[in-house]
Nanobody, 116 residues
Framework: QVQLVESGGGLVQPGGSLRLSCAAS????????MGWYRQAPGKQRELVAV???????NYADSVKGRFTISRDNAKNTVYLQMNSLKPEDTADYYC??????????WGQGTQVTVSS
């Protein structure tokens, strides 16, 4: 199983930016899909963005044009750049990795709070 460690969460004002990082314990070239999910209090976990091993990306409609997912293969790290943050982006953000064969791993989460 891949070990994932998220960082970069915090408190930010509406309109601000944060960059989340997800460091993997192994070469992410061997991971088919990496993604970011979030879970707000009282709500189900939802997909935010994913990046495929070929570089293709997909985003939730609610974050398109504001968030960007990227990967640095040399650092075995996936990033989520979040701009123009809104209060409704407040949630715990989780990194996910799916290896070829379907094995899925989750990080411990990092909290993002958007508030004035």
């Amino acid at each position: 199983q891949v070990q994932l460690v998220e960082s970069g969460g915090g408190l930010v004002q509406p309109g601000g930016s944060l960059r989340l990082s997800c460091a993997a314990s192994e070469n992410i070239n061997s991971i088919a899909v990496m993604g970011w999910y979030r879970q707000a209090p009282g709500k189900q976990r939802e997909l935010v963005a994913v990046i495929i091993s070929d570089g293709n990306t997909n985003y939730a409609d609610s974050v398109k044009g504001r968030f960007t997912i990227s990967r640095d293969n040399a650092k075995n790290t996936v990033y989520l750049q979040m701009n123009s943050l809104k209060p409704e982006d407040t949630a715990d953000y989780y990194c996910n990795a799916i290896k070829l064969g379907g094995l899925s791993s989750w990080g411990q989460g990092t909290q993002v709070t958007v508030s004035s």
